[in-house]
């Protein structure tokens, strides 16, 4: 059996029509929007509505800036347009119309913190099977999928975001969605288990949150997979924790090669 995983597509459908080639089936563990471009400011859903420029701006103000004065600038963008949350959506729908056709029959999908699952089965199509907190048979294996990620601890999740909300949860609802996984062989979630070597970004310089729920059901179960993306240049790709191999599928929208799984 050859299932091909991928994580962080952040809109390269190109790439994504090829992830599935030759493979059984297709695992996608989320991120598919591409919503800030930093490395080509004229795409991605900033890009499309305010230009490259203004989107380098706030790169450069992400980067080298306050805080105050990202969110500043980002407040300015929002208010210069009609209906920010309506062009918002309309470009979220462009972008999940050519990635959902892109993905190959087979494919089982769950969503990072950049999605809007919300509208992922209005363009799933047929052999796109959507897993959120569930257990699914491939080849004879069990695999387990939950999917976001956990808010820090302390921080408030916004349900009235004028914008856009990204697919946070609190801990509680995340543990919740993990434990409904029995008896599984792979675990597949967007975000890795709270192991520091697979949370920290080296070129962020800092740690990305990571799941103390996802490494107790390594503990406990100890499936021979644990497979997630979210961290783009992790200090480690992969870690050890006893019979389980925990591992960072890549960022594909750069890399635009799918982990491979053999059994």
Same mark, same amino acid.
């Given at each position: 059996?050859?299932? /091909?995983?991928?994580?962080?597509?952040?809109?390269?459908?190109?790439?994504?029509?090829?992830?599935?080639?030759?493979?059984?089936?297709? $695992?996608?563990?989320?991120?598919? &929007?591409?919503?800030?471009?930093?490395?080509? /400011?004229?795409?991605? $859903?900033?890009?499309?509505?305010?230009?490259? #420029?203004?989107?380098?701006?706030?790169? !450069?103000?992400?980067?080298?800036?306050?805080?105050?004065?990202?969110?500043?600038?980002?407040?300015?963008?929002?208010?210069? =347009?009609?209906?920010? @949350?309506?062009?918002? #959506?309309?470009?979220? %729908?462009?972008?999940?119309?050519?990635?959902?056709?892109?993905?190959?029959?087979? +494919?089982?999908?769950?969503?990072?913190?950049?999605?809007?699952?919300?509208?992922?089965?209005?363009?799933?199509? /047929?052999?796109?099977? $959507?897993?959120?907190?569930?257990?699914?048979?491939?080849?004879? =294996? %069990?695999?387990?999928?939950?999917?976001?990620?956990?808010?820090?601890?302390? @921080?408030?999740?916004?349900?009235?975001?004028?914008?856009?909300?990204?697919? =946070?949860?609190? !801990?509680? #609802?995340?543990?919740?969605?993990?434990?409904?996984?029995?008896?599984?062989?792979?675990?597949?979630? *967007?975000?890795?288990?709270?192991?520091?070597?697979?949370?920290?970004?080296?070129?962020?310089?800092? *740690? #990305?949150?990571?799941?103390?729920?996802?490494?107790?059901?390594?503990?406990?179960?100890?499936? !021979?997979?644990?497979?997630?993306? *979210?961290? *783009?240049?992790?200090?480690?790709?992969? &870690?050890?924790?006893?019979?389980?191999?925990?591992?960072?599928?890549?960022?594909?929208?750069? +890399?635009?090669?799918?982990?491979?799984? %053999?059994?």
């Amino acid at each position: 059996m050859r299932v /091909h995983v991928v994580s962080d597509v952040h809109g390269n459908a190109e790439a994504l029509a090829r992830a599935g080639a030759d493979a059984d089936a297709l $695992i996608v563990l989320g991120d598919l &929007l591409d919503f800030v471009d930093y490395q080509a /400011h004229d795409k991605g $859903i900033l890009g499309r509505l305010f230009g490259a #420029e203004k989107v380098g701006r706030f790169a !450069r103000l992400r980067r080298e800036g306050t805080r105050e004065e990202s969110i500043a600038f980002s407040r300015s963008l929002w208010a210069s =347009l009609e209906d920010p @949350a309506g062009a918002v #959506e309309e470009a979220i %729908r462009e972008q999940y119309a050519v990635l959902f056709k892109a993905m190959t029959a087979p +494919t089982f999908a769950t969503p990072g913190n950049v999605d809007t699952p919300e509208l992922w089965t209005e363009f799933a199509g /047929h052999g796109v099977t $959507i897993v959120d907190g569930g257990v699914v048979e491939i080849g004879g =294996l %069990r695999f387990g999928f939950a999917g976001g990620v956990v808010l820090p601890d302390g @921080a408030v999740l916004r349900r009235a975001n004028p914008v856009w909300k990204p697919y =946070l949860r609190a !801990r509680d #609802e995340f543990a919740g969605a993990v434990g409904k996984l029995d008896d599984i062989d792979v675990l597949c979630t *967007h975000v890795p288990p709270a192991f520091p070597e697979l949370t920290y970004d080296v070129v962020a310089r800092r *740690h #990305e949150m990571g799941s103390d729920a996802l490494r107790a059901v390594i503990a406990e179960q100890r499936p !021979r997979w644990a497979l997630f993306g *979210h961290v *783009h240049q992790p200090l480690s790709a992969r &870690l050890r924790a006893g019979r389980t191999e925990c591992r960072n599928v890549g960022h594909f929208k750069v +890399t635009e090669r799918p982990y491979v799984l %053999r059994w």
